[in-house]
Structures are given as structure tokens and as C-alpha cells.
């Protein structure tokens, strides 16, 4: 369906040569002059009181430097929340320390920090400590969490409790299920799931005794809130930390926020007058890292006669963990609230959200962060009323579709445009809809059950409505771009440049990228929200537009112009009767008689949001003999705004379908409801879609632009993510309703098929 290749837009990432050649710069890459190493002993036990740590032993073993524990650093404050949730009462925030305070609370929790000459001898020095724990009951089941004899865990948060949050009118949607023909009820699982990025969490703290100044590199994001934490950790003003990211193979969002081993490396680094660095395993990113999801969502969809929304609403217990993250609340209550709803006009709608702790990993940000979670129970909803309301699933979404922009959605997210019934209409086609029962009957004579799934998103695309980027010319004639936001692999090296290039007429080589350095950018909002092209470069366009103003004085001089006749086109500076000069010259010129570089700064402020969307298709094959999934074909039909390079657009969107279609189809984190142990700290036991496991993606773009930002771009990064666990869902559902399934959770494994089958043809008569 696609041809980005052929787009003269389709540039391929600058990037990829220093990655393929292996002169990529990742965080454990090469030696550090005197660094030490740190390792982190995690709690066994998913809650247990800390009776006492005994670590001598482990003290003096050769080549250790230091363990500490809790009682060695009690100057450290707690790791903060820095999303403020609007709810009364107010969210519950119970401290979290860098290292488990008198009791730990899921397993994987931090107890003691090991550092040593060598990563052998920090390891050696963990076995040899010895906690004494006393075994407390633990809860790691959602459903169970909020019951009465649920164990309690924090004594501030009754009920286990920690935030209630509430939205809508309530009044509006009570009337209109009362005048509803028909309603309709869906109970769903979005399951817990893991980033599991290509390279684990790492980090390497220093500390300057000099300037009494503390450095973090890590393989993370948004390193200017990361710093703003920390600093409420050290107790210090956030002027005296720098945090840094060189390249970072995947994020997802869980490198996003802030963990307790950063501030254990800086205060580390401080104590022991050398660098300190830490590189998890892959079990203890599992443990110790970021979960997502985790909801157990009820929803309700009021319709009248003619299959028109009138209401919906939504009641949902979401899982924090063990401990408030830095942006953990937002998942369940912000995130989701101006994406409810969907696609469609529904003019009453309710959130009813209840935040809950449990006794695993603490649950934060994750591709789409909320917005997954809206449309899968949007869409659910919307699929289920088809099926029992017995009208074409296509019909009922194109007949509920918001046609009139600017829309206000009931929570207030304003639409400003979009084409959602001919995105619909092209998917189908490009599916070949109307050949399907063919493939179905051909599937059935050897065995097989067929199934075809449509699936609609509404991404709200923005992750903060401020950016700042600047512009700086080098004496070599090139320009630093230097911007807040951050790339974990989306090419914005490239991206950028194509932006720059555009707006100054400049070749695109030209331009160096400055980013995920607090030292060389002074603010910034980094990684997430689908928010670089959008909010960086937003900010890039503005940054390029001042620095034409900012070089408009040296050209008139140049050109001995009157400064307000000079003008700028195409890369070149213009004044009638006067000639013209190119930007390179009139920065140079700007250079040789002010002795300072051109430069300029562009604020992309109070930024609305955005709202890439699209309609999509997925094919299956379901054995019932095994319950094993086949995905035959996806198709997508998707709306990004302007695209800026058509080719990076779809590996983006590549990547997002292959996270959807993972957590619909294999992807759990999965704790034993007995004991609490983690079962799926491995890649031997958390099931990651394979290149065997996805069909070749058939993507078509739909270019229409907005006015929320200079370049009308949407943003794509969280899109595949956000469609594609319900078009998938809703395509093994069609397979298997002929047997007489007429509902299955995430992840849509083989067992749980098998079982649904089995199950359903139990229960016909007869049987």
C-alpha cells in the first residue's frame, strides 16, 4: 500500500552508520578511568518486615569499597511523584527510599548497594550479606487488592488506596441510560506488561569535589526532569546536577522516570571521591524496572434505537505497585481522559478511577501511556454493540464517527480535524473486505478458523505544552541544533535536519543535533507523548525563523541595504537592486564583526494537543485444535498530520503495531497470587512477538495537517501501540464466534484460546 521509499521526503536515518559500525555510543560502552562498579541487593520477598542487615562479611571482602543500607544513607530523601493528579482527597504518596526502609514491598526492591573494584567482587559481596526477614502476607492480584482482607500496604493508605479520581457528569450519563434502547457491558483485562528495551537500564554517577557539582549518564530520557528528582533526593539545588544520555537503545517510556540506583551512584560517587557505574541484568529490569497497564476496566455504552452513543461509562481499578512512580498515577487518570471515547460523538461521558497498591514493581509510562487503554475499551465496547445489536461493526463506528471539527469531547479535548469514515473506507478496501468469506470457507475445509478485526484509534499527542530549542552557528559553518526533546532511536538526528533544512535552505548535513545533556540544553521536556516532532519541532520552526530576524541586521550591512527591505527565500538573504547573500555568508559576516556566533531561540508555548488517528485491519487464523494464532495481514490507514520523512513515519509505526500486537497476543507479567515471586523475570518466561510472528505491515498515510503546531505534524511514535491490541483481539473474536466465544482477555495466548474453546463447546447442548 505504501511507497515511502520512493517519497523524495524518505531519507534514511543518518544515524544508522555509526550503529551499523558499531560506533555507537551506549551508556556501558568503554572503559571509565578509575570507575568502581555497583551492584543492588533486591528483596526476595514481595513483603517483609527488615528485621536486620548483617554485612560485614561483605565489607571486608577485597575490593570492596563500601555496602550501603538504609542506615548509611538516611540523608537521602524519598524518590518523588512529580505528576500532580487533581483529586480529592489527594493522591497518596507514601515515601520511597533509594534503599527498602524497615520493610520491602514487592520483589526486586532495592535493600542494599553494593560497590566494588569489579562486578565479580560486587556480586561475591551481595551473597554475603545476610537479611534477616520476616515474611509478611502479600497481595499482588489486582482483583484482590481492594478487599476487605486484603493485606495493608502502607499504614496511610486504607483499602489499600491511593487515589480516587473522577471526571465527567455524572447526571447527564444517568439520563441517558435511562432513555437508552439498548446498553451494552464490557469487563476487560489490559494485562501488565514489560519495556523490555534492547539495552537494560545503566547509568554512571561522578561527583566533582571542586565545583561540588554531581554528573549522571544513563540510558534514559528526559534528563531535565530526571535532574529536577534527583536533586530533591541529594537535597540539592538542581543547578548542581548535570544528567546526560549518549545513544539509548530503547526506552518505551520506563527509561522515562526516575529509579532509586540513579541517586545511589551520585551519593556513591560523592563519598567515595570516584566515578560509580551500574548496568542491570536483564532480570532485574524485569524486577526492578517500570510495568505498565495493569487495569481492570468496566465499561458501559448507552445506545438508542438507531445504534446512536449516547453515553459511556467507565469504572476502572488501576494498579500503581508497590510504590508511587514519578508518573505512574498519570497512566490511569490524566493519560486516558481526553482520549476516552474514541473516535466517536458520545455527549455524556463518566471516569471513575481508583489507584491501587499492590505488592509488585511499580507501574509508570509506557508507549501510549493511557491512550491504549481508552481505545481498547472504546473499541471493545463499540465491537460488542455490533455483534448484539447485529449491525455491521464498519456501519456502527462510521455512523458514530465525529464529522463536525473543532469538537469538544465531553472532558474538554478539542478535535481540530479529521477524516475518520474515508480512513475506515480505505482500510476495508485495502483489506480486501469484500473477498473475505472466500478465505473464510477456504480456511474452514482444512481446519481452520478465520477471523477478520477492525480496530479505530484517537491518539492525544503532545507530552507537555512547553519546548525550547536553539540555534547556534559554528565557526566550520554547520549548526548546532540543540533541543529539550529526546531521541531513543527515532531518527531525530535526521528529522530535525530535514525540519532545518526546509526552513533555512540549507543541505541537511549541515546540521549537528545537541540533545539529552542538561549541561548544553537548558530546559526541556525530553522523550514521550509522541511529542519531538510536535513540541521539538515546533520549536525548531520558531528557533529558524528568529535566527533569519537575528540575521537580517549583518545582511544589510552585508549588502548595504536598508534593513527593512531585506528578505529571506530559499536560503538566501535578498534586498531589491542590493544582490543577495547566502545564510552561511551573513553568519559568517555576523561572526567577523560582532565576534560572536549567529544564534537564536524558539519557545514553543502552551502547545494544544494533537491527534493522530487511524482505522486498521488485522486477518488471523486460529487453530482449534491448539489454540494457536496465526496473523495472516495488518493493514493500516492512519493520519499523522504533515509527515516530515515518510519512511521513519513507518518504522515508527512498525515498531508501535509489533508492542500492540505483542500484548495482545503473548506479553505478561505475571506474579505467583500465593507468594508473590515474580514468573516472568526472563525472556525463558515473558513471550516477546518474533519477525516469525508478524506479518508484513501494509501502511497507507493520510497527510492531514494541524494548526496545534508550525510544521501540522501529529505525531506517530505511540500510534501502532494504541490500534493495534483491539484490531487484533477483535479478529480472533470474529474467528471464534461461530464456536460460540464471544469474549477473551490479553494476551490471547494459545492456552487461553484453547480453553475458551474448549469451554464453549461444553456449554452447547447436547455436549
Known sequence: MTATSADPRSMRRFEDERFLTGRGNYQDDGEVSAALHAVVLRSPHAHAAI???????????????????????????????????????????????????????????????????????????????????????AVTELAAAAGPDAPRIWAEAPGNLALHYRRGDDDAV????RRAAHVVTCRLVNNRIAAAALEPRAALGRFDAKSGRYRLSLSGASVHDIRRELAAVLKVEPGRIDVACPDVGGGFGMKNVTYPEYALLLAAAERLGRPVRWLADRIEDFAGGAHARDNLT???????????????????????????????PGSATTAPTPAMGGLYDIPAMTMDVRCVFTNTAP?????????????????????????????????????????????????????????FAGNLDRALAAADRAGFSRRRSEARRRGKLRGFGIGCFLETARGGPDEDAWLTFRHDGSIDMAVGTQSNGQ????????????????????????????ARVPTGGGHGGARSLHMGGGALVLAARALIEAGKPAAAQLLQAPLEAVIFHDGRFRAPGAGEADLATVARHAMETTGEPLSSHGAHRNAPLTFPNGAQVAEVEVDPDT?????????AVDDYGTLINPLLTEAQVHGGLAQGIGQALMEQVRYDPAGGQLLS??????????????????????????????????????????????????????????????????????DRIWHAIRNARAAQPGS
Open 681 to 750: 523475570a526472563t525472556f525463558m518466561d515473558y513471550a516477546l512477538p518474533r519477525a516469525a510472528d508478524l506479518p508484513d505491515f501494509e501502511l497507507a498515510m493520510v497527510e492531514l495537517p494541524t494548526q496545534a503546531n508550525p510544521l501540522g505534524v501529529k505525531g506517530a511514535g505511540q500510534a501502532g501501540c494504541i490500534g493495534a491490541p483491539q484490531t487484533v483481539i477483535h479478529a480472533i473474536l470474529d474467528a471464534l464466534r461461530p464456536l460460540g466465544v464471544a469474549h477473551i482477555d490479553m494476551p490471547a495466548t494459545p
Open 174 to 177: 444517568a439520563a441517558a441510560f
Open 298 to 328: 468496566t465499561g458501559r455504552l448507552a445506545l438508542d434505537a438507531r445504534g446512536r452513543f449516547l453515553a459511556l461509562a467507565v469504572e476502572t481499578v488501576a494498579n500503581l505497585g508497590a510504590y508511587v512512580s514519578s508518573l505512574g
Open 491 to 518: 531518527g531525530h538526528e535526521t528529522s530535525f535536519a530535514q525540519v532545518l533544512s526546509r526552513q533555512l535552505g540549507l543541505p541537511t548535513e549541515q546540521f549537528n543535533l545537541v540533545q539529552g545533556d542538561t
Open 51 to 137: 528485621r536486620a542487615i548483617d554485612a560485614k562479611a561483605a565489607r571486608n571482602l577485597p575490593g570492596v569499597r563500601a555496602v550501603y543500607t538504609a542506615a548509611e544513607i538516611e540523608d537521602l530523601g524519598p524518590l518523588p511523584c512529580s505528576l500532580a493528579v487533581k483529586a480529592e482527597p489527594p493522591l497518596i504518596v507514601p515515601p520511597r527510599p533509594p534503599l527498602a526502609r524497615e520493610r520491602v514491598r514487592h520483589v526486586g526492591d532495592p535493600v542494599a548497594f553494593v560497590v566494588a573494584e569489579s562486578p565479580d567482587a560486587a556480586r561475591q559481596a551481595c551473597e554475603l550479606i545476610a537479611v534477616d526477614y520476616d515474611i509478611l502476607p
Open 627 to 635: 489454540g494457536a494464532v496465526t496473523l495472516l495481514r495488518y493493514v
Open 363 to 419: 507501574i509508570d509510562a509506557y508507549r501510549g501511556a493511557g491512550k491504549p487503554e481508552a481505545n481498547y475499551l472504546i473499541e471493545r465496547l463499540v465491537d460488542e454493540a455490533a455483534h448484539r445489536l447485529r449491525i455491521d461493526p464498519a456501519l456502527l463506528r462510521k455512523r458514530n464517527f465525529i464529522r463536525r471539527f473543532p469538537y469538544r469531547k465531553p472532558f474538554g479535548a478539542v478535535l481540530d480535524d479529521g477524516a
